[in-house]
């Protein structure tokens, strides 16, 4: 029988596999273990060795500091707790076992920040985060989508914005506050229709007022270039609910 | 071999060639012991084979009746090992960018022989993830996630993990619009994810004054996807993840599940 562990078994099969064994030591007339020499008692337990410096926190500050501590302090101690055939130069061979493991441990640990890192590429090749729109008398009134489909913006020229209470430019991002899907401009309705979800958000304004999104499209900052180009960047957000659409950035007043 | 055995003149060629053919270096090699018609010989069939260890030795009769495991366990391995095989053919068609993923989908169904092949892995997964779950619905019912199965339990807790992350993974892949929003959908949540998501909780602890450490370029839904939205990075990642990693990692994970239920006596029985 292998050194199967069958706790559900039947008990008699597997039972006496411990049994025997304690059996052995009472009874040396068994007929099965008689081969096997019983072992020789065991010496009496030696006082624990000092472990200090000794262990694989040799590789660590502490413990090379303990280590440094002790061949000054107590060299006879040192060489007493050496194995008999222990002839390793320097350091204990438990001491160069603990310097090995920490060599180990710490390429293992450089290896794995390094694949860690290895997941964030240094160049990405996604649309910059800040573009050039062209010139303001290039649109006109509304919700304007050239830029949809390449840079995530839709442009909205509006006689009377709903925080600024202007003339002029917002640029909305098309990701919609529920989930992150892009909503479809329906301009018959006036409004952006996320199709993932159903939520509506009106195209004067950007603000929700149909199915799940929590809150109103983001603006991106627009600002007019020197050039008087509209300049989009993406990277600087307006959230209605946080009062930051009342920021200049927020809306091109023209 | 040196010692042959006496052939008998009277037996047939067959028998005779048998009995040569059973001698020779080659058989014996493969075939390490006599025939699973006794005890001792099935013991040493289950041992000296690494498929055939993971399983017990002997099980109770309990362990074999359908309306005790419900088979769940066995088929979900067995759609494992359709996903795998149908998933490894469909991989000679299938080119992970966004020039090609959705038209090679698309034409496979009428460009290949049996085209059907990835129905079958669509359909397999489906049913892979709806036995895995009733998988681990019988083995709550019969209590055995209980001592001492409670490591193997947590093992399958992994495994079911790693099958939803499969077959999330797998979603993306034919690169339609309801792929790609599902992924936009559900990768999102990755921002939330504590300390890692650049929108979780903890994360904005995480700065060097005005600098944040965890944003939207470096958080756990980038490193997911390769990029700031799904696109050609997720695609890639998706594939290699769905195609090798996770596979690999399931895979191990199933040896040490099947081997656990070995080592604590077998398939549970009725308490």
């Given at each position: 029988m292998a050194d199967e562990k069958t706790p559900d078994a039947p008990a008699p099969k597997t039972a006496p596999q411990t049994g025997e064994a304690t059996k052995a030591v009472a009874q040396p007339a068994a007929a099965a273990h008689a081969a096997r020499p019983a072992p020789a008692p065991r010496p009496p337990a030696a006082p624990l060795p000092d472990l200090a410096g000794k262990t694989t926190s040799a590789a660590s500050a502490g413990g090379a500091a303990a280590k440094a501590a002790t061949p000054a302090a107590k060299p006879a101690a040192a060489a007493a707790t050496?194995?008999?055939?222990?002839?390793?130069?320097?350091?204990t061979r438990r001491a160069w076992m603990g310097v090995a493991w920490g060599a180990f441990s710490a390429a293992s640990a450089a290896a794995l920040a390094a694949t860690g890192r290895f997941m964030f590429p240094n160049v990405l090749n996604e649309p910059p985060q800040q573009f050039k729109a062209g010139f303001p008398t290039e649109y006109g009134m509304g919700v304007d989508e050239r830029w949809k489909e390449k840079f995530g913006v839709w442009i909205v020229r509006t006689p009377n914005d709903l925080v600024q209470r202007s003339n002029g430019f917002f640029a909305l991002l098309v990701t919609c506050t529920h989930l992150g899907c892009t909503p479809n401009y329906l301009s018959a309705e006036g409004k952006f229709k996320c199709p993932c979800h159903g939520s509506g958000f009106r195209a004067e304004s950007g603000i929700n007022f149909e199915g799940p999104a929590p809150r109103p499209l983001e603006r991106a900052r627009i600002v007019l270039a020197d050039d008087g180009q509209l300049l989009i960047d993406k990277a600087r957000k307006f959230q209605y609910e946080l009062g930051q659409w009342t920021d200049p950035e927020a809306f091109l007043k023209i | 071999m040196a010692e042959t055995k006496t052939i008998d003149?009277?037996?047939?060629a067959p028998v005779r060639f048998w009995n040569w053919l059973t001698e020779t270096q080659i058989w014996t090699s493969v075939f390490r012991?006599?025939?699973?018609?006794s005890d001792r010989n099935r013991v040493l069939v289950m041992l000296s084979n690494v498929f055939l260890h993971l399983h017990p030795v002997r099980i109770r009769k309990s362990g074999v009746k359908l309306r005790y495991t419900w088979c769940m366990g066995g088929l979900s391995f067995f759609l494992f090992l359709v996903l795998t095989f149908t998933g490894l053919l469909l991989m000679f068609y299938y080119r992970p960018t966004l020039e090609y993923a959705y038209t090679d989908i698309v034409a496979l169904r009428e460009h290949v022989p049996l085209g059907i092949m990835r129905e079958m892995h669509r359909w397999g997964a489906h049913a892979m993830v709806i036995t895995v779950w009733l998988h681990m619905f019988r083995v709550f019912m019969t209590g055995s996630y209980k001592p001492p199965r409670e490591f193997n339990w947590s093992v399958g807790v992994i495994m079911l993990v790693l099958t939803l992350l499969l077959s999330f993974t797998g979603y993306?892949?034919?690169?339609?619009q309801l792929a790609i929003w599902a992924i936009t959908v559900g990768s999102n949540m990755a921002r939330a994810t504590p300390f890692l998501g650049h929108e979780g909780p903890g994360a904005a602890l995480l700065r060097l004054g005005d600098v944040p450490l965890i944003h939207a370029y470096d958080d756990a839904r980038f490193a997911l996807l390769g990029g700031s939205f799904v696109g050609e990075g997720a695609l890639l990642r998706f594939y290699v993840l769905h195609c090798v990693g996770l596979p690999l990692g399931i895979a191990v994970l199933m040896a040490v599940h099947f081997w656990r239920v070995r080592k604590d006596g077998g398939i549970s029985g009725p308490l």
């Open positions: 050496r194995d008999p055939d222990d002839t390793s130069p320097l350091l | 003149p009277q037996e047939s012991h006599g025939r699973p018609n993306l892949l034919p690169w339609d």
